[in-house]
């Protein structure tokens, strides 16, 4: 089945640990997204890409980063893990950079 | 920088009534997207809206794009226990050429007592 798909669906962290989160595309959709849910701040844009090689930042990109080597993977990593960094992760594509999203299933990290 | 402000914030309705809720966005957006997240889920695209004054339908649904497209709204009729979730719009902004930036509002927490 096409789609998006983010591993894993959860982990627990202990703080200064690196971690990656992975996010997978069969649309072959240009453009992902990274964001991040937490309760009362709604959908915060981690980092973006709008095509294979390049990437952009978004709202919230401290202690994150994301390559796109390819059309399908967008992996975002955090160097060194910190509590506030506790939070629900979305991974996202779109056909177009104007297009709708679609959304992967969300990985909880929680960082203690 | 671009804001996209949503209300409420939270909303209890008993089954049967109606719920709206809206965006207002501080820079003329170039289209709008309404997003819904069920419970525990991932948010689905619902719509988008693209023309001035803009009016489309999914069943009981009604999105509406304001003639400034500076605001939408999204109504609902006769909810029932299904239309629990969170709604969500993103505004869409383009600045030159592929300079784009989409914006969601905090959200809308829609909660439906049978």
């Known amino acids: 089945i096409a789609g998006i798909t983010q591993a894993p669906t959860s982990q627990i962290l202990a703080a200064g640990r690196r971690m990656t989160l992975r996010c997978t595309q069969d649309m072959r959709h240009n453009a992902m997204y990274w964001y991040r849910q937490d309760l009362g701040l709604g959908l915060r844009l981690i980092h973006y890409s709008n095509t294979a090689g390049t990437t952009g930042k978004g709202e919230v990109p401290d202690g994150y980063s994301v390559s796109r080597a390819n059309t399908d993977d967008f992996p975002l990593t955090l160097a060194s893990a910190v509590p506030s960094q506790t939070s629900v992760y979305f991974c996202?594509?779109?056909?177009?950079?104007?297009?709708?999203?679609?959304f992967g299933e969300g990985s909880r990290l929680t960082v203690l | 920088g671009q804001q996209v402000m949503q209300i409420p914030q939270y909303q209890h309705v008993q089954e049967g009534e109606d719920f709206t809720t809206y965006c207002n966005s501080s820079?003329?957006?170039?289209?709008i997207q309404w997003y819904k997240q069920r419970p525990g889920g991932h948010p689905v695209f619902l719509i988008q809206?693209?023309?001035?004054?803009e009016v489309k339908k999914q069943k009981r649904l009604t999105f509406q794009f304001g003639e400034a497209k500076k605001n939408s709204s999204l109504h609902i009729t006769a909810t029932q226990t299904t239309d629990v979730g969170t709604y969500f719009c993103a505004g869409i902004l383009i600045s030159g050429g592929s300079n784009y930036k989409l914006t969601f509002g905090k959200g809308t927490l829609l909660t439906v007592n049978p």
């Open positions: 996202a594509s779109s056909r177009t950079f104007t297009g709708e999203l679609f």
């Open positions: 820079t003329t957006l170039s289209n």
């Open positions: 809206l693209v023309k001035s004054g």
